[in-house]
């Protein structure tokens, strides 16, 4: 959430939006922003309904992922969510597919995938809807 630091205050810049007293508070005092480090998050998840979290949603899920090379997640699916994978730096294989940095893929409910780092490799992964326990490992299918 975006707030405004005053001295013993703090003021929602989204409540400062309907009260025109406080947006203008808002707007002549330095908007501060809340701050996390990936670090603090689990596995890079940082938007969804787990902890922790950024944002707190079930709408979305939404991560960056850091893979060391010859890092393996065994084939699953999600049977309710969409999980869209952008490849951001590196190399992966994904269901006997090889993708590269900018490649975005797109596993619908119900696909199963698993993921294979080539090389040190950077993703981002967005989960919807943020269903929790949608996971399941083919094996156990």
Known sequence: MIVVNRPSKKISYVMAKYIPELYLLAIEEEICMDVFSLDEMTRGWFVGSFEPTLYKTTAVEVALQKFKAGDYEESHCHKIATEITVIVSGKAEMKGE????????????GEYTDFKALEDTVTAVVKLPGVLNDKYLEKES
């Open 98 to 109: 090889v993708y590269g940095e900018g490649s975005i893929i797109r596993i619908n409910p």
